[in-house]
């Protein structure tokens, strides 16, 4: 791990050069996965995760299923080259908590009445870890499952905010995240409805609505993101058909 900075706001700007309010730079690639039903390739910052999303599919074993809808089943996963100190391959207790509650962000959002006695799984795999992967997970687990034609009630956007030097900013970088004095993940779709909502560290009421607000506009940004990836590439399909038949 690396040392404590001394200060992490400078004249303004953050140890990456960004302001309190900017996240880092995102990138998305829809359908990277052949054999998936959708799947998302998403960078932000030096985080680089891949989601992909099987189903609806029958569920296994049986007495698992639901008869009045499809289960939601998520697995995020951190290889262990993701970070500069090797991890233990497969699942552990930080992997099994952050799989619970990016499910929970996801099962009200999406129909699951639709396809009773199925299962939709995501699968979430960080490829490379810098702060913020299940914020970034959900954002392109949210795209995998559009990519799917898995009906929502809409996106899923996340982005975290925090506490350093007694500032609130957006989209913690490592430094920040792993010394600063809170960190909150938020997830919300389009029309602010938040579901999810963790706080590591400590805020005063103030602060707390405070970064709530600020979180509203970093989530706002990445809705924007990933609609427009949405319709790049449907656009970029149509195209390729030839458009519409004269």
């Keep these: 791990m690396s040392e404590k900075p001394e200060h992490f706001i400078i004249d303004g700007k953050r140890l990456d050069g960004r302001r309190r309010d900017e996240l880092r730079p ?38 698992r299923q639901n008869m009045t809808g499809a289960v939601v089943q998520c697995r995020y996963n951190m290889a262990s080259f993701s970070v500069d100190e090797r991890i233990r391959p497969g699942p552990s207790r930080r992997s099994v908590e952050i799989s619970k509650v990016i499910r929970q962000a996801f ?43 898995i009906p929502m009630r809409g996106l899923v956007s996340a982005c975290a905010v925090g506490k350093v030097d007694g500032e609130i900013v957006l989209d913690l970088m490592k430094e920040e995240d792993n010394f600063g004095d809170a960190d909150v993940p938020v997830a919300m779709t389009s029309d602010n409805r938040i579901t999810l909502l963790q706080m590591d560290g400590r805020m ?43």
């Design 26 to 63: 995102i990138k998305i690639e829809l359908s990277p996965l052949d054999r998936a039903d959708g799947s998302c390739y998403l960078e932000w910052g030096r985080n680089k995760v891949v989601a992909a999303v099987y189903g609806p599919r029958e569920l296994h074993p049986r007495h």
């Design 107 to 149: 099962e009200h959002v999406v129909f699951t009445k639709f396809f009773p006695k199925t299962a939709i799984d995501i699968y979430i795999e960080v490829l490379r870890a810098d702060a913020g992967t299940r914020t970034a997970g959900i954002n392109a687990a949210s795209l995998a499952l559009a990519d799917a034609g």
């Design 204 to 246: 005063t009421t103030e602060e707390f609505y405070k970064a709530l607000e600020l979180a509203k506009t970093g989530c706002t940004t990445v809705y924007e993101l990933q609609r427009q990836a949405l319709v790049e590439k449907y656009d970029n399909e149509y195209q390729a058909e030839g458009g519409l038949d004269e």
